[in-house]
């Protein structure tokens, strides 16, 4: 009887055990489950998102890489019509001196055509952001050859440098000479226009 006894005992202390491992079983699970597994999920996913914006980056560096030639050319292009552009201006850093330089090229044209050019009047510039209007009025004595002052307003017009014949008034005396022309035209040419720094001085001045 008293073997009986100790072992039912012994049994019902066995018992009692077996919640408290199952219990400590539970704890060490979340335990690895917070401490292992989490963390190595979250890990994984920032890879995934650093992987996947790598990817992107490679992409357009790709795309960069394809598209490089032809915004090469774009810009040799761009750049090749500046510097034409600016062949094509008047020099001078002032409306003084642009005028001086059109003017000199308008008597130039004048002599290899013939004409006889009167008087000479610079007219206001105008500002055409990020260039300047410069223009000069001359007043050209008869001319009896049309084909003299044809070839002139031609030489004008495609002159190296950008020139117009902005205004032009001419006028015929006498009928019977419809040959016999004279009168005044405003040719204009552009030139660079005033930096900041340099319309602040004028301005005080």
Known sequence: M?????FHLKREKGGRRGP????????????????????????GKRMEEEILMKRKIILKYAQFLQNRKAVEEDLQRARNQYEEIQKR???GETP????????EIVKKLA?????????FKIVEPKELAPYRKVSVQIEINPVNHMLSLGQFFFDIE??????????????????????????????????AGV???????????
Do not use: C
């Not at 003084?96 to 003017?103: E, R, S």
């Not at 117009?164 to 040419?189: A, C, D, K, Y």
């Open 2 to 6: 008293n073997l009986k006894r100790l």
């Open 20 to 43: 408290f491992w199952a219990g400590i079983g539970v704890v060490l699970m979340l335990l690895i489950l917070y401490l292992g597994v989490l963390p190595l999920v979250e890990a």
């Open 89 to 91: 201006l008047l020099p």
């Open 96 to 103: 003084q001196l642009g005028a001086a330089a059109l003017q």
């Open 111 to 119: 002599d290899k055509n013939g004409i006889n050019i009167r008087s």
């Open 158 to 191: 495609h002159h190296e440098k950008m020139l117009m014949i902005s205004e032009m008034n001419l006028l015929v005396f006498n009928i019977r000479m419809p040959n016999n022309i004279q009168g005044n035209l405003v040719v204009s040419g552009v030139m």
């Open 195 to 205: 930096k900041e720094k340099e319309k602040g001085k004028e301005e005080k001045t």
